[in-house]
């Protein structure tokens, strides 16, 4: 969970977009400054693995390439409503485990 998860809706709810411009818009806003960032730090502390990065890099690019061409096809709505549960699903994740490892 990342900061698309308060960016998509704000978009969608306070910017009018639709919910493929935000999601699109986010990964726009999201892709330089997360990533650059924070992979330099690591890098400059000896804590990337350049190989491991670049194998993963390149599969994580055709399967958001593919996902996102599919994703053009769905109903918008279809494709909120999947935001939607996704968010809850990750939520109700979230709360569960952290609740279980404070009653330890």
Do not use: C
Not at 67 to 76: H, K, T
């Amino acid at each position: 969970m990342g900061g698309g998860l308060i960016i998509v809706p704000a978009l969608v709810y306070f910017a009018g977009f639709s919910q493929h411009r935000a999601t699109g818009t986010s990964l726009a806003i999201l892709l330089l400054p997360v990533g650059f960032g924070a992979v330099i730090e690591y890098y400059r502390n000896g804590n990337v693995d350049i190989r491991a990065a670049a194998f993963a890099a390149v599969a994580l690019f055709f399967g958001a390439w593919l996902s996102g061409r599919y994703a053009q096809r769905i109903n918008p709505a279809y494709l909120k409503m999947a935001f939607g549960v996704f968010a809850m699903i990750m939520g109700a994740y979230m709360i569960l485990t952290t609740y279980s490892r404070l009653r330890k």
